[in-house]
């Protein structure tokens, strides 16, 4: 059988995985990856897709993940993440990428994150994108030139956020337009009503990530009385109607005894959460302040608990600071992503406001290649320890060498404040968690590849 499948075009291949992902069996699910085998040229990614598979044979809880996307989702949705994200983005998307390095000379991104307008009815306090201008907004013409872009180089998976994405009006034309590509839409989850859910259903493509800070009491203070209940809502609307969705939490100094309690992540569990995405707060944007930043031990004890998560829990986390180890240290700079904000501005990332190139002027290759963007790739290569991966936090001493590099611009009024009149707290904080960090370092991951292959230069 394996030996005819080798011999299928991509579209049959990708017509027989979707044949069979009405039935959500352990021997489905391993037809699955016998098939996506077969798509991507690269070993790692073969290896990859082998290791997932043991652990269906094994019956590992995570696997309980994949085999809900099967069983709950509705078919419009679960076909296009199948084909659009599995496929074109995550299998046959490493090919083109990779043939795209080997023109360019330089890996592009995994995804590129696009803030297409900072329009928002909320005021939260410690927004990261609080002090950018209100009124920006990105046309619908820019931001399907930075869609096709992104195809030019292989990269179909697209992060949506703002402001709130869904005030922009013609959004959904364009989730239309390039219904070949996965879009993750931050949203504060106000905005969702039965006729959004409807376009949901019909595009088949976009996941929303609802915003919370914990339960009621957490959420409202944050946001604004009653929006607790307006995003449990908007969770029950798209659960009721088999589509998919995430969370999406900001780990500050006042709620990490929530987001480390396991009854938490099953109350999310049962509002029928797929995915958490999990941020730490830092001091940027509306009226930063480092008090509000998860302590050193906070941090950590997140880390220890996302791995207890993640080993009984069928959801799917994505922890930004302390998944170091597992995608290789910082993902900002184009090593993994880059943020387009609703002003056109390239910056490294969501939380690195500064930039030296605009999508008006340049494209986003230029921008990937430029010497700001590949100095920042460089220097990421120099971390020895992946616990500690972030310029801003961990390493802030590389991040004034950036904001201060030549053409470098703040995209935003205040935005230095981190580097400037923050930095003797930053440095604090990145001396105490580089303590506790560089312990769990040499206790937990003695044979990581990367100590293996630094040990190896020596």
Not at 97 to 110: C, H, L, T, V
Not at 137 to 164: H, P
């Amino acid at each position: 059988m394996l030996q005819t499948l080798k011999t299928y075009t991509r579209d049959k291949l990708v017509s027989y995985l979707l044949s069979l992902a009405t039935s959500s069996s352990d021997d489905t699910l391993i037809k699955m990856t016998h098939l996506m085998e077969l798509i991507p040229k690269k070993d790692y990614y073969k290896a990859r897709i082998r290791w997932v598979r043991d652990l269906i044979k094994m019956r590992h809880p995570s696997i309980e993940f994949p085999r809900r996307i099967l069983r709950e989702l509705h078919p419009n949705q679960r076909d296009k993440w199948i084909t659009n994200l599995a496929v074109n983005h995550l299998l046959s998307g490493t090919n083109k990428r990779k043939e795209w390095a080997d023109q360019n000379g330089f890996y592009p991104p995994s995804t590129v994150v696009i803030s297409v307008t900072m329009r928002c009815n909320l005021s939260c306090y410690g927004c990261y994108a609080g002090d950018y201008n209100k009124a920006l907004e990105l046309s619908l013409d820019e931001i399907d030139g930075v869609l096709t872009q992104m195809k030019e180089m292989g990269i179909y998976f697209a992060v949506i956020s703002g402001g709130e994405p869904f005030f922009m009006q013609g959004i959904f034309d364009l989730f239309k337009k390039h219904n070949d590509m996965a879009f993750l839409v931050f949203t504060h989850g106000g905005l969702i009503d039965e006729r959004l859910v409807q376009q949901l259903i019909e595009v088949g493509n976009v996941m929303p990530a609802f915003s919370l800070e914990g339960y009621q009491q957490e959420t409202d203070e944050r946001r604004g009385a009653g929006h607790f209940n307006k995003v449990l809502n908007a969770m029950r609307l798209l659960r009721e109607n088999g589509l998919s969705f995430c969370g999406s939490f900001t780990h500050s100094s006042k709620n990490t005894d929530i987001i480390t309690d396991p009854a938490y992540i099953d109350f999310l569990l049962e509002q029928g959460v797929f995915a958490l995405w999990l941020f730490s707060y830092v001091p940027v944007g509306r009226e930063p302040n480092p008090d509000l930043m998860p302590s050193p031990e906070q941090r950590d004890r997140l880390r220890r608990a996302t791995i207890e998560f993640r080993a009984t829990r069928p959801m799917l986390f994505i922890d930004f600071w302390n998944d170091g180890p597992i995608i290789s240290g910082c993902i900002a700079g184009g090593r993994k992503y880059i943020h387009v904000n609703a002003n056109g501005d390239i910056e490294p990332c969501v939380f690195c406001h500064f930039a030296v190139d605009n999508i008006r002027r340049a494209s986003l290759k230029e921008a990937l290649g430029s010497p700001l963007f590949r100095k920042i790739r460089e220097k990421q290569g120099e971390h020895d320890n992946l616990l500690r991966p972030c310029m801003l936090i961990d390493h802030p001493d590389y991040g004034r060498e950036f904001f201060q590099s030549e053409g470098a611009y703040p995209t935003h009024e205040g935005a230095d404040a981190i580097f400037t009149s923050l930095a003797d707290r930053m440095d604090d904080y990145a001396r105490s968690y580089g303590e506790i960090a560089d312990r769990a370092w040499d206790d937990e991951f003695k044979e990581h590849p990367v100590r293996q292959r630094n040990s190896g230069k020596q």
